[in-house]
């Protein structure tokens, strides 16, 4: 087991890629905090990872709110001890309208879930990472962040901010034991499907098909691994050999 005895705080794991990396890190023997605002989803999580290795709190929190955030955050500490492993997961990224039909208040939405949230759970982890010596953060953008998606200007901003946040992060932590990486998924299989290693035809990607939900768990729980010691400050794509940029 990889990651035997640490604890990891996944952000959006009710479902898609989040609930992959809950279930591969309980498989690796991680005790794992699982934030969504979806109960409903968490408590099937739950019950996925009762049957495995490592723990899990499940936490209804929206990750935009900073001080459910601090409060979400102290639980986990409350009950672990500690959080070793930050996988910054949840996102919204459905919307797609173009830029001038894209109203002010809804760039204001995708700032706050998907760039402040990572900007609260960072802060709420860090200092302990820190004075342990030891932590991973993972960000997970995606490849609209690299290339820019068409009417998806709003979406492609905050998983670029991502991605530079990361390598500036990694290099004022990197030197004190705590890793910090993006991973950017292309194409990923639908998360309302269950199985983790469904994959279905996808235009986008040479290898012609989607990344199933695990294909992308396997990523991030290797940079959270102690397989990754000498990786940071890196943006890592997952997209099966991209077709359009
Ligand atoms: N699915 C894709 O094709 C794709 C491609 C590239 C990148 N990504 C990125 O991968 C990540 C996961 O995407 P996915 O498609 O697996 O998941 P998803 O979009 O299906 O689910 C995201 C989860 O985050 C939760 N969430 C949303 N807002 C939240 C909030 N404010 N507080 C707490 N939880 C919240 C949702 O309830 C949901 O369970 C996202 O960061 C997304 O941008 C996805």
Known sequence: MKLKNKVALVTGAAVGIGRATAIKMAQEGAHVVALDLNGEGLEKLRREIEALPGRVLPLVCDVSDEAAVNTAFAKAKETFGKIDILVNNAALWRSKTAFMDTPVEEWKRYLDV???????????????????????????????????NAKMVHYSATKGALISMTRALAKEVS????????????????????????????????MGRTGSTMENANLICFLASDDATYISGQNIQIDGCRKKQ
């Open 114 to 148: 998907n760039v402040m949230s990572v900007v609260y759970c960072t802060r709420a982890a860090l200092p302990d990472m820190l004075e342990e010596g030891y932590g991973r953060i993972i960000n997970v953008a995606s490849v609209a962040g690299v290339y820019g």
């Open 175 to 206: 030197g004190k034991g705590v890793l910090v990486n993006c991973v950017s998924p292309g194409s990923v299989s639908p998360s309302e499907e269950d199985d983790l290693n469904y994959s279905q035809p996808s235009e986008l990607s040479f």
